[in-house]
């Protein structure tokens, strides 16, 4: 895998990074969906080669972890059956009373994974603010084993300084574990920055068109950390379906692309929230008012396609706006190429933290002056309705 590491363009690997395999003559470009879950081991009667039976191997996801490795120039990657499983994964990788920092402002799947699981497996976790590198250091134990890391945080849009996290934790000898889902490696290369592992919701920009489930892990280096990793994906089993594999191989090849338009419709969104009326308050790194801005734009190439805001009101008028648009659906979720948003402590529910005036809005690839006028018609209405 890691001469794949090494591509000049990522809208070239991205196309070619799932398609490279030794086959024979007239062979197909587009490589097939390999569904039997058994191979024959006929010569010496015993299991031999690398495939044996599809939870611990397949071709389609060969290929899906090959291309995910070389995007997030890794040196290993593991696909998983959904975001959390690959999250599921990371955690199953510490040991019983071991110290696990998270941001204040986590994924919320993450944070009810933890608050469920982490006691009965002995974890002790805690979640700080990691916009402040000071207090990162200060929560440090002598059982602290592992940093995870959102840049920018979900939903929040905090940024976290991946240079400053990565040289705190050599010091301890922490792993640090960034869920880039968000930014995507499009915009942000986490283990370029030595970070350890990379965690993916491939359900998201990867797949891109909200209709397939996936996650990964990808790591810097080889050796014991992912080994655990590879031993939770193929012993727990959860791991995604060779069509899954293979539909998400397939989204990859135009995910650059997509990804290029995500970033510039949600600049432009961003900064047009940013003079409506009505808007209290806008959250995206790429706004030079952001406190992050300076952080993100040094160690991000573009700011990605979300953006949360709050709307000068209460909880009412954030649904009211919501529910009021001709394109921008309602819905969760967020990366594909029809723009949706969410008033996000409902969706988060009874125990969300998050502010109960937020919107989060994923910008989709619809043209951006569509997007503008439904959000200010909506918006205007919202505010004029009661
Ligand atoms: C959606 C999401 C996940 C969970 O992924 P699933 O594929 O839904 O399991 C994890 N992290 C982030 C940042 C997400 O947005």
């Known amino acids: 895998m890691s001469q794949q590491n090494e591509y000049k363009h990522i809208e070239t690997f991205a196309i070619h990074g799932s398609m490279k395999e030794s086959q024979p003559e007239n062979s197909p470009i587009v490589p097939g969906i390999e569904m039997s879950t058994i191979y024959e081991h006929r010569k010496n009667g015993h299991l031999e080669g690398d495939l044996k039976y599809t939870r611990l191997q397949n071709p389609n996801r060969i290929q899906l972890e090959n291309v995910l490795c070389g995007l997030e120039k890794g040196a290993e990657a593991a696909a998983f059956s959904s975001g959390i499983a690959a999250i599921n994964a990371v955690f199953q990788t510490l040991e019983h009373g071991d110290h696990v920092l998270l941001p204040s402002d986590v994924y919320f799947g993450t944070r009810k994974l933890m608050w469920e699981f982490a006691n009965r497996w002995g974890l002790e976790v805690e979640f700080i603010d990691m916009t402040d590198v000071n207090r990162l ?144 308050q806008v959250y995206f790194p790429g706004l030079a008012s952001h406190p992050g801005h300076a952080i993100a734009k040094r160690q991000m190439r573009h700011f990605g396609g979300m953006i949360s805001f709050l709307v000068d009101g209460d909880q009412q008028l954030a649904t009211r706006i919501v529910s009021n648009t001709k394109i921008i659906q309602a819905a969760t979720s967020l990366g594909g190429i029809e723009s949706i948003w969410e008033h996000r402590k409902s969706s988060e529910g009874p125990l969300s933290e998050t502010p109960e005036n937020l919107i989060r809005l994923s910008v989709g690839l619809e043209h951006v002056e569509d997007l503008k006028e439904d959000i200010e018609q909506a918006v205007k209405q919202g505010l004029t309705t009661k």
């Open 137 to 280: 250091e200060q929560a440090c134990k002598p059982n602290t084993k592992m940093i995870w890391v959102e840049t920018p945080s979900n939903p929040q849009m905090l940024i976290t300084d991946l240079e400053a996290v990565v040289e705190l934790a050599k010091t301890k000898n922490l792993v640090v574990a960034v869920d880039n889902t968000w930014p995507t490696p499009f915009n942000l290369n986490p283990l370029s920055f030595g970070v350890d592992l990379v965690i993916h919701s491939t359900t998201k920009y990867l797949g891109g068109h909200s209709d397939l489930l996936g996650g990964a892990v990808i790591a810097r280096e080889s050796g014991a950390l992912m080994d655990r990793v590879r031993s939770v994906q193929v012993v727990q089993g959860g791991v995604p379906s060779p069509f899954d594999a293979w539909m998400l191989c397939r989204s990859i090849r135009s995910f650059p692309y997509r990804m290029r338009a995500h970033n510039e419709n949600a600049l432009d969104v961003a900064h047009f929230l940013s003079t409506l009326p009505g808007i209290e």
